[in-house]
């Protein structure tokens, strides 16, 4: 039995899927979007019916777990607009969508299109973070900060291999990334 959407939740409802969000963003972030519910459901110590009563299917939790993440970047993205110029607003985007990726796997997975259309359910949610990075790629190439050939594509590319990376200091490969991103600075005459 399902409760009426009209209806708030008993306590002991909103306790468990308090409980089931709690979980799945710590199984989402440490191990990805591939964790089944009945696992999820096993780690909160729930029935998967009960799972299924406040998320009737595993994008549905996906949703709830990720949107709340792609809210935080999308408000982060429209401040660094505002508040910076277009190619220092586009450089911060993209290295904190990074390095949020290397710690959320299931974010990370998301993003680079896992097979769950987060971008729809943000877009709906009017918290699409893809859109604003797209945005702030067109008004850093506007600017002259960002190679007017690099596509959006490409920036999803690069994104996913600066998460494949491995290595001790993935800050360093970011770095790397984003000199490559960058228009050339015109040549100083020597003296």
Do not use: W
């Not at 959407?5 to 709690?22: G, M």
């Not at 987060?118 to 850093?140: F, I, K, P, Y």
């Not at 596509?151 to 996913?160: E, G, I, N, Q, R």
């Amino acid at each position: 039995m399902t409760e009426p959407a009209d209806r708030p939740l008993r306590a002991d409802a909103q306790r468990n899927r308090a409980r089931v969000l709690r979980t799945a963003a710590e199984v989402f972030a440490a191990e990805g979007l591939a964790v089944p519910v009945h696992e999820i459901a096993r780690r909160a110590g729930v029935g998967t019916g009960t799972v299924s009563r406040h998320f009737p299917t595993k994008e549905s939790l996906y949703a709830a777990v990720l949107l709340d993440r792609m809210r935080d970047l999308s408000t982060y993205a429209e401040n660094l607009a505002t508040d910076n110029d277009p190619g220092t607003a586009f450089f911060t985007l993209f290295t904190r969508l990074v390095q949020e990726g290397a710690t959320h796997r299931g974010l990370a997975e998301a993003l680079a299109g896992s097979g769950f259309d987060v971008e729809g359910a943000a877009t709906a949610a009017d918290c699409n973070v893809s859109d604003r990075l797209r945005r702030l790629l067109s008004d850093a190439q506007r600017f002259g900060a960002v190679r007017s050939a690099i596509t959006f594509a490409d920036l999803k590319a690069l994104m996913a291999g600066c998460l494949a990376y491995d290595g001790p200091d993935p800050d360093r490969v970011i770095d790397v990334v984003c000199t490559g991103l960058r228009t050339a600075a015109p040549a100083k005459p020597e003296p």
